[in-house]
């Protein structure tokens, strides 16, 4: 096996520590010394530990990415003389029954000197604040959802079943409503007039599912929910303000991402967070779609093919490229569409959303490694596609209808 860097350090991270192993190389490639120490993870600690691992001039630098523990480590040695590796705890698993801080560290080390570990993807700074952010405001809308959600439960024990007439109880009609059934309105004539455009069609509606039993109780509780979900509002529309800041330099790949159908320009805060926007660190549009988990998986022993489930990938970037694509599904006159309507009729609607991420990030890395604009080929792309086995299943259906046709072409326009 090659030796590809005889002075190699490991570092197995934890909350309070790291335990350090420096390999060395000598006489060679079977016979190594191995050295262990521990550094706190404090700061004045990790820069100690930089000094020490330069001391001893090491090459490389492996650390696992143990939950958040190994950003004080990471960033504080990124930019020593020496190369850091980050890599996936599942791609440098020890062996069971043999498994401590010490070990992880030596066999890190060993991966390393043999190259034989890849280095995870981690963002320049810049990016790093825009993800922060994206990140920040993905879990604050979810917890707004889940106020939401907690208030609607609260209505039903009311008996005030509000959210089966109305589709957003937070509206501006609904938020009415309940501000009045807060104060003490309890006529439900009186409480459905307060609704306000296409709303008003269902009053009759309204007045039924605004008759119930909501106490005083239910009026306190109900205050609270709808304070917080004004205070996650209101935090919310901060962290998008300096959203806008932090992307300007980043701004000419979301005005072109944004041409795609289906990705919005909070999906696109969210794909240019999380993939860094340059196209440069994948080799390939593949590299990239293969790293989002959006390819199907590899399992083949002994010549079968057990499963072709997609891997597990960045869940923000594929939360926000599932709500893009579901977007994208329901356009009119789109290539994206099609594709889904023709997928989910043979594999079902899941896969078919994959398989549109997967059609947006080939786009989107073609869009920004070449800086052109989305061109969408139509929604009568497969028709055009193969013109004669449209035709043929068209008349197909008609005849299991029981018609017979004759089919005469138009005239050629004048």
């Known amino acids: 096996m090659d030796l590809l860097h005889p002075r190699c350090a490991g570092l197995d991270v934890s909350k309070r520590d790291a335990k350090v192993c420096v390999r060395v190389a000598s006489g060679g490639r079977a016979s190594a010394t191995s050295t262990v120490t521990t550094w706190g993870s404090v700061t004045n600690q990790v820069l100690a530990l930089r000094e020490h691992l330069i001391s001893e001039r090491v090459t490389l630098v492996v650390m696992e990415a143990t939950g958040d523990y190994w950003k004080p480590f990471y960033y504080l040695l990124e930019d020593a003389p020496f190369e850091l590796m980050l890599v996936n705890a599942r791609h440098a698993k020890n062996l069971p029954g043999r498994k401590t801080d010490v070990s992880d560290a030596a066999w890190l080390a ?18 790093r604040q825009l993800r922060d952010l994206t990140r920040t405001r993905t879990t604050m809308v979810r917890t707004r959802a889940r106020e939401i959600q907690r208030l609607e439960k609260l209505l039903e024990d009311a008996g005030i079943k509000l959210s089966s007439v109305a589709s957003d109880i937070s509206g501006v009609s609904g938020r009415a409503m309940l501000e009045a059934l807060i104060r003490g309105q309890h006529d439900p004539v009186a409480l ?37 979900i004004d205070q996650h509002t209101e935090a919310i529309a901060a962290v998008t303000a300096r959203i ?49 988990g959006t390819c199907p998986g590899s399992n083949e022993s002994a010549g079968r093919i ?6 597990p990938g960045n869940p923000y970037l594929k939360g926000a490229l599932g709500i893009a694509a579901m977007s994208a599904a329901s356009s009119k006159d789109t290539y ?21 991420e997967h059609t947006m990030l080939i786009a989107i890395w073609n869009m920004l490694t070449n800086g052109v604009l989305y061109q969408d080929l139509g929604g009568d792309y497969y028709t055009k596609l193969n013109p004669d086995k449209t035709k043929q299943r ?19 326009a004048g």
């Open 306 to 311: 057990k499963s072709t489930k997609t891997r």
């Open 244 to 292: 806008e800041v932090v992307i300007e330099p980043f701004r000419g790949a979301r005005d072109l991402m944004v041409t795609i159908p289906g990705i919005s320009v909070l999906v696109a805060d969210v794909i240019i967070a999380e993939t860094g926007a340059d196209m440069a660190r994948f080799p390939t549009a593949g590299h990239l779609a293969s790293w989002a």
């Open 394 to 412: 068209a008349l197909n259906q008609l005849r299991q209808m029981g018609y017979e046709v004759t089919l005469n072409p138009l005239p050629a």
């Open 192 to 228: 459905a007039d307060l609704a306000k455009r296409r709303l008003r069609s269902k009053i009759p509606a309204l007045v039924e599912a605004l008759t119930g039993r909501f106490t005083e109780h239910h009026a306190f509780l109900a205050r609270l929910h709808l304070d917080l």
């Open 110 to 127: 060993q991966l390393g000197a043999h190259g034989l570990v890849r280095g995870s993807f981690v963002p320049p700074e810049p990016i």
């Open 336 to 356: 994206l569409a099609a594709k889904y309507r023709r997928i989910t009729s043979r594999r079902g609607p899941i896969k078919a959303i994959v398989a549109i």
